[in-house]
């Protein structure tokens, strides 16, 4: 399956394939990114790192961190 993600701030858009039944944790780090330091919403919605990836198109919202 394709699904378009797209990374804020950066404005990063990319296209990918998934196998069917990945998560959302495994496209995070298909991309090399720390599952600990975004948030994903899929078409608007926020979902969870253990979910099964639906369709659609995920905004990848880094957090920032520091002290």
Known sequence: MKIKTEEIP?????????????TYEDVLLNLEI???TVLLL????AVPLDGTV???????????LGG
């Open 10 to 22: 950066g404005n990063k858009i990319q296209e990918i394939e998934i196998s069917e039944g990945s």
């Open 34 to 36: 720390n599952p600990e």
């Open 42 to 45: 899929n078409n608007g919605q």
């Open 54 to 64: 639906a369709p659609g198109s995920i905004k990848i919202l880094h957090v920032a």
